[in-house]
């Protein structure tokens, strides 16, 4: 099986810092994308930002100059990097990884801004 395992969670105050982690159990090499996605009570989820094979990287536009993923090939992990925090990205953050034959889903993180 595949583990994705999520770290980096958790309060912030409007304005402030946190980075989400997510280690993946598998050869990273066999990765074709890498992303975070997000979902709030009542709606969809939706992708915060990703990072392809190629290098090439997107992120919505909702957190374009904010937010930076990140990959560390050596140690399989994902990382997005979240500055500026605002109450309206409050959410479950979940990472997903989808390989050559399939993808999986983390169990989802709790990113909570809020004073």
């Known amino acids: 099986q595949v583990q994705l395992v999520e770290s980096g969670g958790g309060l912030v105050q409007p304005g402030g810092s946190l980075r989400l982690s997510c280690a993946v159990s598998?050869?990273?090499?066999?990765?074709?994308?890498m992303g975070w996605y997000r979902q709030a009570p009542g709606k969809e989820r939706e992708l915060v930002a990703r990072i392809s094979r190629d290098g090439s990287i997107s992120y919505a536009d909702s957190v374009k100059g904010r937010f930076t993923i990140s990959a560390d090939n050596a140690k399989n992990t994902v990382y997005l990097q979240m500055n500026s925090l605002k109450p309206e990205d409050t959410a479950v953050y979940y990472c997903?990884?989808?390989?050559?034959?399939?993808?999986?889903w983390g169990q989802g993180i709790q990113v909570t801004v809020s004073t």
């Open positions: 598998r050869r990273i090499f066999s990765i074709v994308a």
């Open positions: 997903n990884v989808r390989f050559t034959t399939d993808g999986y």
